[in-house]
């Protein structure tokens, strides 16, 4: 199945959802949240599926969110921080467990696509970084989910600093899983999913629920409202505009 940039195949009985918005560097644009949405409920539907990756065309993984063309009133920053937060919730959520084989850049939205996931294989290629902050932002689904998996002052050094990271130190830190060379990723990925589907469903199911137990809480509706605060500073708008025009940003802290 293709879709509009979401690419959906079958193989056996793992989905592979690849995102092909190549001149976007697959940025979570309305249209690629709601192709990998109706990825996503076909392999729920899909009794014969036990597994999903879910990986990028070209250089990048997924380079973040689609600022392009962003506006700066109440009701947009709302709906647009409200829509993305609650698709990588329920990303996290979904009952059947997903493999991101990460194939390059992994940044901003791309990271937190890739941390919704189950299990995070990397092509040595790949770069994983949360960049917001420098245009007046914060990665708002990371900030809280990153210090669950790499540590408080790890999460906040990458968030602060924005520096992006190689896929051996994103190893190093236990971000991700597992990194191969570039050109056997999605054979590794695969040879994960067959594991993992070669186990029991059930006793599957329950270890991905109890892992995730304490997720989704009201820490989402926190992640809504501060990041949205954010889009409506000064700093940010002068951020984006830099970002748009590749300069360099002033901010003043208003």
């Known amino acids: 199945m293709d879709l509009k940039v979401v690419v959906y195949e079958k193989k056996d ?21 709601e192709d990998l949405a109706t990825a996503y409920e076909e392999a729920l539907n899909d009794k014969d599926i036990g597994a999903l990756i879910l990986t990028g065309t070209g250089r990048a993984f997924c380079a973040g969110g689609d600022i392009s063309g962003f506006t700066f009133d109440t009701p947009s920053i709302r709906k647009f921080m409200r829509d993305v937060i609650l698709f990588l919730g329920s990303l996290e959520k979904y009952p059947k467990p997903v493999i991101a084989a990460v194939n390059g850049l992994a940044l901003g939205g791309g990271l937190e696509l890739a ?27 990371a900030i809280l989910r990153l210090h669950q998996i790499v540590g408080r002052a ?7 600093t924005c520096e992006p990271i190689s896929a051996e130190e994103a190893l190093r830190i236990g971000l991700i899983n597992k990194v191969v060379p570039h050109e056997d990723l999605m054979d590794a990925s695969m040879e994960m999913a067959k594991k993992i589907i070669s186990k029991a469903p059930l006793a599957v199911d329950l270890i991905k629920a109890a892992v995730n137990r304490e997720l989704h809480g009201e820490e989402l509706e926190y992640a809504v409202e501060g990041a949205g605060m954010l889009f409506k500073s000064e700093d940010a708008k002068e951020g984006i505009d830099a970002f748009l025009n590749k300069r360099k940003p002033n901010f003043r802290g208003l």
């Open 115 to 141: 941390i919704a996931c189950d299990i995070i294989v990397a092509s040595d290629k790949a770069k994983f970084g949360v960049p917001e902050a420098a245009i007046g932002l914060v990665p708002a689904f």
């Open 13 to 33: 009985n793992v989905a592979v959802i690849t995102m092909n918005y190549q001149e976007r560097l697959n940025a979570l644009s309305n249209q690629l949240r």
């Open 154 to 160: 790890k999460s906040k050094e990458l968030a602060m």
